[in-house]
């Protein structure tokens, strides 16, 4: 595998509020990371971050050999790198399947579509079969003419990672995927994120769920106020005294009955 991210001595402050301090890690290509912590420590600011919703105050962050640190979202969109969020908020008149279709209308250009051109018209075409194709693996094909908004959360989350996928990223962020997914699709979801990084897609995971990480991740590294505190294998974590104190609150027992 090769390098495919490298967060460097990144620090944010809100305020007089330190939430990132010298946050140091590497992603490779296809690689699954998890990103634990308890509730406060930087884990969403980390990812918005690295996708441009907030401007680091200091270090650097390379992705596929270019500096991204100063550059704006939708720069970062269509450099390869996609998001999903831990409170989806769906447009209210919008069906699920036009929500992914606007997702990709996003990836090539809206001008294109309105004015008709021949190459806008076959961005479409590929779209809606993107879209069809991505709404069968996460199993939202069902209710693909349903309004996104009355979704359940969980559903919601599906459609998250769906609208993020139209783009075709290279880095998948995901924050709290399976928080409300039912538990009969957890585990098609596991092996659908699998699957990406067969693809060489790289997927940088926010979660609690600790079976969850033990699945699907090949590492972990651990947040507590701000400073990574641990960086190992999802078996290692049980062992790690600094994660025992900073991720569960010093319950040994909760994270043994976890992992």
Same mark, same amino acid.
Do not use: W, Y
């Given at each position: 595998m090769s390098r495919l991210l490298e967060v460097a001595d990144v620090s944010k402050a809100?305020?007089?509020?330190?939430?990132?301090?010298?946050?140091?890690?590497?992603?490779?290509?296809?690689?699954?990371?998890g990103l634990l912590g308890p509730?406060?420590?930087?884990?969403?600011?980390?990812?918005?971050?690295?996708?441009?919703?907030?401007?680091?105050?200091?270090?650097?962050?390379?992705?596929? *050999?270019?500096?991204?640190?100063?550059?704006?979202?939708?720069? &970062?969109i269509q450099a390869g790198i @996609?998001?999903?969020?831990?409170?989806?908020?769906?447009?209210?008149?919008?069906?699920?399947?036009?929500?992914v279709m606007t997702a990709g209308t996003r990836q090539h250009g809206l001008f294109n579509g309105l004015l008709g051109l021949a190459s806008g018209r076959k961005a479409e075409q590929e779209d809606r079969a993107r879209a069809r194709e991505?709404?069968?693996?996460?199993?939202?094909?069902?209710?693909?003419?349903?309004? @996104? @908004?009355?979704?359940?959360?969980?559903?919601?989350?599906?459609?998250? &990672? @769906?609208c993020a996928l139209m783009g075709k990223p290279t880095?998948?962020?995901?924050?709290?995927p399976m928080a409300g997914v039912h538990p009969k699709l957890r585990q098609e979801l596991v092996e659908t994120l699998v699957n990406l990084s067969h693809q060489g897609i790289?997927?940088?995971?926010?979660?609690?769920?600790?079976?969850? &990480?033990?699945?699907?991740?090949?590492?972990?590294?651990?947040?507590?106020? *701000?400073? &990574?505190?641990?960086s190992c294998r999802p078996d290692e974590l049980a062992q790690n005294q600094q994660v025992l104190e900073a991720y569960l609150g010093h319950s040994t027992a909760t994270l043994q009955e976890a992992v």
């Open positions: 809100f305020g007089g509020n330190q939430v990132l301090t010298s946050v140091s890690f590497t992603l490779e290509k296809g690689e699954i990371l509730n406060g420590s930087g884990k969403s600011t980390l990812l918005n971050t690295i996708s441009g919703f907030t401007r680091p105050d200091g270090g650097s962050i390379t992705f596929d *050999g270019r500096s991204i640190a100063s550059q704006p979202s939708h720069r &970062i @996609a998001r999903t969020f831990q409170l989806p908020v769906m447009p209210e008149k919008m069906s699920v399947m036009e929500v991505l709404l069968d693996i996460l199993l939202l094909t069902k209710v693909k003419d349903l309004p @996104a @908004a009355a979704l359940s959360g969980g559903q919601k989350k599906l459609l998250g &990672i @769906a880095l998948l962020m995901l924050d709290e790289s997927l940088l995971v926010i979660e609690h769920d600790m079976h969850f &990480i033990n699945t699907l991740c090949q590492r972990c590294i651990v947040l507590d106020r *701000g400073q &990574i505190v641990a």
